[in-house]
């Protein structure tokens, strides 16, 4: 059990969570990489997708910290540190990021220079997508990322030593260049490891809608990661219900986002009806994927609003719990409704998906927990962490 | 002219909020408080109960979602059946944008209207502002009126409490 000083919140005890993650996340990684001799070509698919659920999330929390900043949210102050440590799972994210390039043959049709000669589009499209640029692309965005999460939490962690307000203002500045930065890196990076399985077909919304959902699923994670720490009796009387209200709402207006912005991609195709851009939905309609289709539309969205909406269901953190459970497994299920598909007709659940997504998940949370453990659970000397202590809805 | 209401102020928003718990406690009912600004925990200090608005807009805007799909449905199926882009009749994609703008137009005029039936308005005049001591909660006080209508009230019982708690500037307002 971990435990934390009641005056001064750093750790006097770290608990076992950081081991059992890492063992978890050792073992089931292993697991997916003996997997990968069996059959390369699932195991890549299976990796992508486990890559894409969880870069979206610590994304999200980057985000998070950022928009605080920003907005100089008072609220969020007293879970602004977790949010912090979560992004600092990034380099853990790159590493993870390397098989997708030895995979990049099995998973991306345009990087075959044969099919590339034969095709217009794909030879029309070769300047942007060619092997090359996508590496290099691809370590830009994490370059970007892991500066903003590094030196915001840098920054944060400092103010706890000195308490200068001037660490505030700094961080809000910075914030505020990267939110643009951000908005840039992570389109871009949905575009690359996402939409470009299909390189013909193209969706301007395509970005927004894996922002959208990784959002949501990091307020649902750092929801859950709150109440494993309040059920150890740790931040009791700073992270309250209100802040749980406060997360339960979050919840409520991005799942109608991501139901906004999926709807808004999807209807826009319906009406224009034009087959290039139809056939990106017809292959997540046949062949067994309607199912998991009305599975995104129920679970992601109806019944998170309709429970949701309800005050009660914000202020009772058994039911916050659920949903955010449910989200957090739903947003897996959608980057797997948006990877899948391209590897032939017919949904093809693969045991690897399970273990890599369990696998990098646990060197995630691992990360998480050694960057958080090692610091104060909230800015200890943030001038606003009196009143988010105190905060009601 | 008929009493109304005895009104008094206090010093700051946590005096009025103290106040406020004591002049719940005390059994009064009818009574209310008046500040230049809305004062955090006021609600619970006056033992207020949710507001049941939401559920008039949720309502509403359920309302709104089921006539905008109702209509379409009738219109495009029944009433004037026409082939667009060779898509089905019945093409629910196509209602949903209208659903959405009726389901958001309803529930708004839901939340608005609803607040005012809730709050008795619109209504042109209110016996409180015959209240010299009124004017200054759109400024800097904070007070507190507790009306006659209320079972407890007693002139000088009642202005005896006041005082007892804090108020200062107790003024009887009469006026209908």
């Not at chain 1, 499209?125 to 060619?130: D, E, F, Q, R």
């Not at chain 2, 196509?94 to 958001?104: E, G, H, R, S």
């Not at chain 2, 006080?141 to 107790?170: K, M, P, Q, W, Y």
């Amino acid at each position: 059990m971990a435990a934390l000083d009641t005056q001064t919140y750093t750790f006097t005890d770290k608990g076992r969570f950081g081991v059992i993650a890492l063992g978890t996340g050792i073992l089931f990684t292993a697991l997916t990489v003996v997997g990968a001799f069996t059959d390369s070509h699932m195991f890549f698919a299976s990796w992508l997708t486990s890559f894409a659920f969880w870069t979206t999330i610590v994304l999200g929390a980057l985000f998070f910290v950022m928009l605080q900043h920003v907005t100089a949210a008072v609220w969020s102050v007293v879970t602004r540190r977790a949010a912090e440590a979560l992004s600092l799972a990034l380099p853990v994210l790159l590493v993870c990021f390397i098989p997708i390039l030895f995979g990049m043959h099995d998973l991306f049709h345009w990087s075959h220079a044969e099919e590339v000669a034969s095709d217009h589009v794909l030879a029309w499209k070769a300047p942007y997508l060619n092997t090359t640029f996508f590496i290099v692309r691809g370590l830009l965005f994490f370059a970007v990322w892991i500066v903003l999460a590094f030196v915001l939490h840098r920054r944060s962690v400092k103010q706890d030593v000195d308490g200068d307000p001037a660490h505030t203002y700094a961080m809000r500045k910075i914030s505020a260049g990267g939110i643009f930065l951000f908005a840039f890196t992570v389109t871009f990076a949905g575009v690359d490891w996402l939409m470009s399985l299909n390189p013909h077909w193209y969706s301007t919304m395509f970005g927004v809608y894996i922002f959208v959902g990784g959002f949501l699923t990091s307020m649902a994670v750092l929801l859950l990661v709150f109440q494993m720490l309040r059920r150890q009796g740790m931040l009791e009387g700073v992270v309250t219900i209100e802040h749980f209200h406060d997360f339960g709402r979050l919840l409520f207006a991005f799942t109608v986002f991501w139901a906004y912005i999926g709807g808004s991609q999807y209807y826009l195709i319906w009406y224009a009806n034009i087959p290039e851009e139809t056939v990106w939905f017809l292959a997540r309609w046949d062949n067994g994927w309607k199912a998991v289709s009305m599975a995104l539309i129920f679970l992601h969205f109806i019944v998170p609003f309709l429970t949701l909406l309800f005050f009660r269901v914000k202020r009772n953190t058994v039911l916050l719990r659920v949903i955010a459970s449910l989200l957090v497994v739903m947003h897996f299920v959608d980057m797997f409704w948006l990877v899948m598909p391209t590897f032939g007709p017919g949904v093809h659940f693969s045991w690897m998906h399970l273990t890599s997504a369990i696998g990098i998940g646990g060197l995630v949370m691992w990360m998480f927990w050694v960057r958080y453990t090692a610091h104060s659970a909230v800015p200890a000397s943030d001038p606003k962490l009196a009143d988010s202590i105190a905060h009601r809805v | 002219m008929k009493t109304h209401a005895l009104i008094a102020a206090f010093e700051h928003p946590g005096a009025l909020l103290d106040a406020a718990v004591r002049v719940r406690e005390a059994g009064y009912t009818h009574y209310d408080c008046h500040s230049p600004f809305p004062i955090h925990g006021m609600d619970d200090a006056m033992g207020l109960k949710r507001s049941p608005v939401g559920f008039i807009a949720g309502g509403m805007a359920a309302l709104g979602a089921t006539i905008g799909f109702s209509l379409q449905t009738w219109v495009t199926t029944s009433a004037y059946p026409l082939v667009i882009s060779g898509k089905p009749m019945f093409s629910w994609q196509a209602y949903i944008i209208i659903t959405f703008a009726l389901f958001v137009l309803f529930g708004a005029f839901g939340a608005v209207f609803g607040m005012f039936g809730l709050n008795r308005l619109p209504r042109l005049h209110h016996p409180i502002f015959h209240s010299e001591l009124l004017a200054k909660a759109s400024d800097d006080g904070f007070l507190i009126s507790i009306e006659a209508s209320d079972a407890r009230f007693n002139e000088e019982e009642t202005r005896a409490f006041l005082a007892s708690i804090g108020g200062t500037h107790i003024e009887l307002v009469r006026g209908e």
